[in-house]
């Protein structure tokens, strides 16, 4: 099946801070999202980016499928940015995502 | 007005029983998941039902058996539990396979 790879692993920040988060995958994609799980677990949809750029607030996400990456940009982190990002993605044949292991990131105040 | 419920929050049971979850979307969405997170936190999907059908049946094992009675519900019913179905179980929800994924709150089941 695909391979999803996020990178870092995990991430600490200190509030303001910037960060990148990547996401590489080994096929090509017609679907890929990032979701945010924070500390009480509930999952949330931040981007549907199968290719392009887009911006909500403070987050932003890169996707070039040609070269099978996508970032997720945060800038002036808050502590409320803490938990888990996941990048999931389908493949062009395929019907359900598929997760990465996700990045743990911890903003201090 | 929640857009994916799904009840109950916890469960806890002990091996060998038999437990439902339920899931309800009022999205209008077509196509439902069922997505089960580790202990490590990785989420992989279950099963997938477009307009009440079945599409995707991952290698779980024949003691998990969703149920789909109208395009708007789909809940899990598992048999037999053993201390390795542990996990956090996701309903989701989409119109389609290409578009946005909303989750549920999960379903924490600790089998003891």
């Known amino acids: 099946g695909i391979q999803v790879e996020q990178s870092p692993p995990d991430l600490i920040l200190q509030e303001g801070a910037n960060s990148t988060l990547r996401c590489n995958f080994s096929?090509?994609?017609?679907?890929l999202q990032w979701f945010h799980q924070n500390p009480w677990g509930q999952l949330i949809n931040l981007f549907y980016?199968?290719?392009g750029t887009k911006q909500n607030g403070r987050l932003s996400a890169t996707t070039v499928a040609t070269e099978r990456y996508s970032l997720l940009y945060i800038s002036s982190s808050q502590t409320t940015d803490s938990g888990v990002y996941f990048c999931?993605?389908?493949?062009?044949?395929?019907?359900?995502?598929?997760f990465g292991k996700g990045t743990s990131l911890l903003v201090t105040p | 007005d929640t857009a994916v419920s799904q009840t109950p929050k916890y469960l806890v049971t002990q091996m060998g029983n038999d437990k439902s979850i339920k899931c309800e979307q009022n999205?209008?969405?077509?196509?439902m998941y069922w997505y089960k997170q580790d202990s490590k936190k990785f989420l992989k999907i279950m099963f997938s039902?477009?307009?009440?059908?079945?599409?995707i049946n991952e290698t779980v094992p024949n003691r998990f058996s969703p149920k789909s009675p109208d395009k708007a519900h789909l809940n899990l019913h598992i048999n037999s539990l053993e201390l390795g179905d542990s996990a956090v179980y996701f309903c989701?929800?989409?119109?389609?396979?290409?578009?946005?994924?909303?989750f549920g709150n999960g379903t924490r089941l600790t089998v003891t």
């Open positions: 096929d090509s994609v017609n679907n």
């Open positions: 039902y477009n307009n009440k059908e079945l599409i």
């Open positions: 999931a993605v389908a493949l062009v044949s395929g019907y359900a995502l598929n």
């Open positions: 999205l209008g969405h077509d196509t």
């Open positions: 989701a929800s989409s119109q389609g396979h290409n578009s946005p994924l909303h």
């Open positions: 980016i199968p290719s």
